[in-house]
């Protein structure tokens, strides 16, 4: 039987039938990386023994009523810790850095079973829209070799479009699970901020960081959601949800639901070809019984500067405890403490990354904390109010994710300012803390995937798999693959 073109729930199921084994699917999955990650650089590490000898462990423990998701193999973005396995955060600082525990994610997948083949590629501390910033080098997108999967996830965005994995565990911070789905044609989620523990996941900026899921389809989505969701003692901030079920409760059912289109992320700048897949997604949702509006949320066109600000405040704060002393890399050459901390940090981060600590640094300093990060933190709370007004006339918000598809790999370090610009759909679900999902809804002209994004309100993902299932019922985009990965 062929089945690594299934998705993970279908591949769950066959396992639990018995028509493959655990052990076979990992095998199929890690010759896939074997063959052709060479070219892609999806994955920094990848854990071919230790993933076939718990696969033969997992194998021995099936049983009837196990977890739909048991036996089935992923990736780990690799900034989720992992113990006693490389985690990097695709920086020279960290390159050698073996974590002490696991994330709370990590363990909860593998208490479901889930078989860990590797940690997927991503740039230097989640930096990025590209994977280019990595310190591994960049990933390549499986429907071109040429252009960028997207990022900070791109490793598991490519990793699981190309068949090396049926799901992969991301982070979202700005975008960073929805944009590489978007660019790779695969479902990916970010939850509501707090319904997912953020123990063990390496600190970009802790108010706006989500774990989340890069899936072949919704249905996987809510799975995979199910599973790592719920209340952490381990991270304050997290709250238990009360979703009961998103898997279970999964009909497609969007009679009478109301999907607003903010007219501020269909203006200028978006790719008219994009635009299209977009509103042809709102004219299927139609079709089966949702009513569409239109809505404005003014507040939109201010989200990029106060994201930027915001994140690069908290990296800056977070990134301040690699120093040489605690965790990685330590520079070879100092001749006093002093000398240590500025030879470690200036030999052991990137580009992408110093300049964020700089801007952090700047906006957080005395004399420009209130024209900046205050400022930023206003705008914060006008988007929230924004939002929220347009949740009261709608169900969900449908968006394009990206206003272009993937870009040619060198072209956004060249153009960073368009690279930042891009992010401009995907912050406001970050910066507001709601759920946002972004499913594969056709091919550019170029026949790369466009991206659709969901935005929901507070805990409003059932809603938001919902609609995204009631799509996948009727459309046919989320089972494309790119070419070569026809044995899916
Ligand atoms: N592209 C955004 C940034 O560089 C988002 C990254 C993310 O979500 N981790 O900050």
């Known amino acids: ?28 999955a890690l010759e896939e ?40 193999p992923l990736l780990l973005k690799d900034n989720l810790c992992t113990q006693g396995v490389k985690t990097t955060c695709g920086s ?50 499986p429907w071109d070799e040429n252009r960028v999967p997207g990022g900070s996830s791109g490793g598991c965005a490519a990793g699981v479009a190309a ?17 590489p789905a978007g660019y790779c044609g695969l479902t990916g989620l970010k939850p509501t901020y707090g319904t997912v523990s953020r123990y063990g996941l390496v600190a970009y900026a802790s108010s706006l960081d989500q774990v989340g899921s890069l899936c072949r389809d919704a249905a996987d989505c809510a799975a995979v959601l199910d599973l790592i969701q719920g209340k952490d003692r381990r991270d304050s901030t997290t709250v238990d949800g009360n979703y009961g079920g998103l898997l279970a409760s999964l009909n497609g059912d969007i009679r009478g639901l109301r999907v607003g289109l ?51 405040a908290e990296a800056s704060s977070n990134l301040a405890r ?50 900046y990060y205050k400022k930023a933190l206003a705008v914060k709370e006008q988007v929230k109010v924004g939002l929220e007004r347009a949740f009261a006339a709608c169900d969900v918000l449908l968006t394009p994710v990206t206003p272009n598809t993937a870009p040619k790999l060198g072209e956004s370090l060249r153009d960073p300012m368009k690279m930042y610009l891009s992010d401009l759909y995907t912050v406001p679900a970050n910066l507001a ?34 609609v995204a299932h009631a799509y996948q019922q009727e459309t046919d985009h989320h089972k494309s693959v790119p070419r070569g990965g026809e044995g899916r």
């Open 433 to 466: 803390g709601l759920p946002a999902l972004s499913m594969p809804c056709g091919v550019d002209g170029q026949g790369l995937p466009v991206g659709a994004q969901l935005m929901g309100p507070r805990f409003g993902e059932q809603v938001l798999l919902s």
């Open 262 to 312: 903010p007219v501020e992320c269909f203006g200028e700048g978006l790719d008219p070809c994009v635009a299209q897949r977009v509103r042809e997604v709102a004219q299927v949702l139609q079709h089966r019984g949702a009513v569409l509006t239109e809505v404005s949320i003014p507040e939109l066109k201010q989200v990029i500067g106060a994201y930027y600000v915001l994140a690069s």
């Open 163 to 179: 068949g090396f994995a049926w799901y992969a565990l991301g982070s979202d911070t700005g975008g960073s699970i929805r944009q």
């Open 322 to 371: 690699y120093d040489g002393v605690k965790y990685g890399f330590r520079a070879e050459k100092y001749k006093n403490l002093t000398q240590m901390y500025e030879n470690t940090r200036s030999q052991g981060f990137g580009k992408e990354a110093k300049l964020r600590m700089l801007l952090g640094t700047f906006v957080l300093s005395a004399g420009y904390y209130e024209a």
């Open 92 to 141: 020279k600082l960290l390159a050698g850095y073996m974590p002490p525990y696991d994330a709370t994610v990590v363990e909860k997948v593998q208490n479901a079973g889930g078989v860990c083949l590797g940690k997927g590629n991503l740039d230097e501390f989640a930096m990025g829209s590209t994977t280019e910033t990595s310190y591994f080098g960049p990933t390549r997108n």
């Open 1 to 28: 039987m062929n089945f690594t073109h299934l998705t993970a729930l279908e591949l769950g199921r066959a396992i639990a039938a018995g028509d493959v084994t655990i052990p076979q699917a990992t095998k199929a």
């Open 33 to 72: 990386i074997a063959q052709r990650d060479k070219s892609l650089n999806s994955c920094i590490t990848v854990l071919e023994e230790q993933a076939m000898e718990r696969a033969e462990v997992l194998q021995k423990g099936l049983k009837p009523g196990l977890s739909p998701l048991y036996g089935v």
